[in-house]
Structures are given as C-alpha cells and as structure tokens.
C-alpha cells in the first residue's frame, strides 16, 4: 500500500518537526526527480515515484542517525501499512544489494542489522528501486547534482564510496537514460 501525496506530504512535514535538517530538502529534490523521470519512462506512475522519493529518508524522523534512518524508516512504514514505502526505505541505500556496501556507521543492534540483512536479501528490486536509488544519488538539498558529484561528496565526508555501488549507480543513470531516451539532467532539471 501507499500513502496518497498529501499523506505523504503531511508525514514528511511531521518528520521535519521532530528532526529538521537538509535532509528533508534532499528528500523534496528526490522526489521531484522521480516524478519527473518516472513521467518519461512508459509504465511507471509518476505520481507513485513522487511519493516513494519523498519518502525514501522518513527513518531520519527518528534522530540523526546512519544504518539506523534505514531501519527506523522500513518499521515505521511498515506499522502504518505501507509496505511499498517500506521496501523503499529498505532499498534505496543499497544500489548493489549488499548490506556491507553500507556508507557510514552500522549504528543499530546486531539482530536488527540481521533483520535488514534479511530483508535486504528476499526482496526483488523493481524499476521504482532503482529509480528512488539513482535519484538519491542525484539529488542534494540544494538541487540536482551530477551523479558524480554527488557520489564524491559522499565520499568526502564518509571516507569511502564502494566501487561497486559507484558503477552501479552510474549503470543505473544509464539504464534510465536509455528508457527514458533523454538525458536525464535535461528531465530533471525542468
């Protein structure tokens, strides 16, 4: 199930409330990305691409967190029931579905990091996961970054960036780039 836009609008502005941040920001600029990319590819529904990427950070309500903001996200939609949301806030930080491609601290219990483990392993990515993941690689709070760009400030401040999950999302702007047949900075940038 998932949340209509003014839902998920309205829980995003309550996230913003308990944790204000640039995170929130970021959010908006995924979302609006989606959205537009989502309209050019045939068979996706923008409208649910819009909800998913604004919502793909709704764990950071819970505090500033690292692997953490994935897990609070992936229960708390799933306790509201919205499960399509949940596999989102699940997936988007794992372009290559490996819990250990993770940037930043493992900052939550050992059985909960199994759990996602878990999780991570038995879910079957679809576009909407791939979409949500190449726009959190192009979305900073201040707009649309190159992919690039965005992938090296990451970098910078955690000190890493898995070569695997660069290529990955440098796959994934392409495999858009190809159904959408447009350069997706051209679609993003409206």
Not at 29 to 41: G, Y
Not at 58 to 70: A, D, E, P, S
Not at 100 to 124: P, Q, T
Request: charged share 30%.
């Amino acid at each position: 199930m998932l949340p209509v836009q003014e839902m998920a609008e309205f829980l995003l502005k309550d996230a913003e409330e308990c944790n204000p941040g640039a995170w929130v920001n970021h959010s908006r600029v995924t979302a609006q990305c989606a959205e537009r990319i989502a309209r050019e590819c045939e068979g996706m529904d923008s409208q649910k691409a819009y909800v998913l990427g604004l919502l793909h950070d709704i764990g950071r309500k819970f505090g500033v967190k690292h692997l953490g903001h994935v897990y609070d996200g992936y229960q708390y939609m799933l306790k509201l029931g919205f499960d399509e949301v949940a596999k989102i806030c699940l997936t988007h930080s794992f372009s290559v579905q490996n819990i250990h491609d993770y940037i930043g601290r493992f900052d939550i219990e050992d059985n909960e990091i199994e759990e996602l483990k878990e999780a991570l392993a038995s879910v079957e990515y679809d576009d909407y996961d791939r979409l949500i993941q190449l726009c959190d690689s192009i979305a900073g709070a201040e707009g649309v970054m190159n992919i690039e760009d965005r992938m090296s400030d990451v970098k910078n401040r955690y000190g890493k960036y898995p070569k695997e999950k660069w290529d990955k999302n440098i796959e994934l702007k392409e495999y858009f780039s190809g159904k959408t047949g447009k350069d997706l900075y051209e679609i993003v940038r409206k």
